[in-house]
């Protein structure tokens, strides 16, 4: 397993926590995965979302934060692709809303079928 728990993030010094990274990766040196860069960029979503709530003004990051969910999309629209069983645990386990529009099993799909069989 890899021993960074902590990183720290090369422009405003924030930690960013990388704990639950490593439980993603298949082989010890694993950096290339699509569970790996999924982890990854999931915990560097979480620490610019808080950076952003504290700074409502800085536009770069919030510019940054859209970059980093464009890749994080087109990794996890990868990997429903090549692998919907490995796809389901990483969304059930970060919580990401499925960004696949014919999914089922997303967030936001789940809240519409809810609403219409209570409607």
Known sequence: MRAATISHSFKNMENIDLSGVAAWSRQENDTGSPEY?????SARVKQLSTHIKVNKKDHASKRGLL????????????????????????ID???IRSPVVNDVRG??????????ASA
């Not at 860069?37 to 960029?41: D, G, I, K, S, W």
């Not at 990794?75 to 389901?88: A, F, I, K, M, V």
């Not at 967030?107 to 219409?116: C, D, L, S, V």
């Open 107 to 116: 967030a936001t799909r789940e809240k519409t079928t809810t609403e219409t």
């Open 37 to 41: 860069q999924v982890a990854r960029l």
């Open 93 to 95: 386990a970060f919580g």
């Open 67 to 90: 970059a980093i969910l464009a890749q994080r999309k087109k990794l996890l629209q990868y990997l429903y692709t090549r692998d919907r069983e490995s796809y389901y645990k990483v």
